[in-house]
């Protein structure tokens, strides 16, 4: 069976600063769950942005769900990440002028391949009632507590039903009864849809859940791997 995510020879820097994220090999499993630990500045997030084709690479190839991302032009890579690759951000990545309810069904919005119909809206409906949000549908970002921001980039990413699912921190700014909330939706929904689940976390009391785990350290093998500077890691909006 051919992974959902197969990744060879890659080598990542930035522009500015001595960072490196070196990987020589990585292949994720279809109908997994796995987790990317280690310290902050490893390469973590750096790793989702490349999977997701956000970021590129300086060499190497990654594949996602069977298409190779890395020899994709921008607007390709854009369109690919929408449709097919939900996102859960560490900086949630709402929109401030637009309603919860409208963050939430934003990837229809935005991509043409994706018919926006009664099922999506009661389906965002219901995703939005299961973390405890639907009595702030008609809230603007603005006016919600950093959990509940949270929880709505939660349900945006799940909306699409999509076959992968990355998620940076998805429990990192909730408390102990919507953190399992939260991870029931993202668990329960990759198990119904046989669909793979990659998160980064530093939490370890939720390790368990995942059949996978990825500890960063191993890459500190693979050429020499330093941790980014304030600022560096990239992050962008679906």
């Not at 942005?49 to 300086?58: C, D, F, K, Q, V």
């Not at 926006?116 to 409906?125: F, K």
């Not at 953190?179 to 939720?206: G, N, P, S």
Request: charged share 30%.
């Amino acid at each position: 069976m051919n992974p959902v995510v197969a990744i060879e020879g890659l080598e990542f820097r930035y522009r500015e600063g001595d960072f490196r994220l070196g990987i020589p090999e990585l292949a994720i499993e279809r109908d997994t769950t796995a987790a990317f630990i280690g310290p902050s500045g490893s390469g973590k997030t750096t790793l989702l942005n490349l999977i997701a084709g956000i970021s590129l690479p300086r060499s190497g190839r990654v594949v996602t769900e069977g298409v190779e991302v890395t020899s994709l032009s921008d607007s390709e890579r854009r369109d690919f990440r929408i449709a097919r690759v939900g996102l859960v951000f560490q900086e949630f990545e709402l929109l401030e002028y637009l309603s919860v309810l409208d963050n939430i069904l934003l990837p229809y919005r935005i991509n043409a391949s994706l018919r926006l119909d009664r099922e999506v809206r009661d389906r965002a409906r219901d995703l939005a009632e299961r973390v405890d949000i639907m009595d702030k549908l008609d809230r603007y970002p603005g006016k919600l507590s950093q959990g509940e921001r949270q929880r709505v980039a939660v349900c945006r990413a799940v909306l699409t039903e999509p076959a992968l699912l990355l998620a940076d921190e998805p429990t990192g700014n909730l408390d102990p009864v919507n953190k399992w909330k939260v991870l029931d939706i993202l668990f329960d929904y990759a198990e119904r849809t046989d669909t793979t689940l990659v998160a980064v976390t530093h939490d370890q009391e939720i390790l368990d859940r995942f059949e996978r785990v990825v500890d960063f350290s191993q890459f500190h093998e693979y050429g020499e791997l330093r941790p980014a500077q304030h600022g560096e890691l990239v992050g962008a909006g679906p």
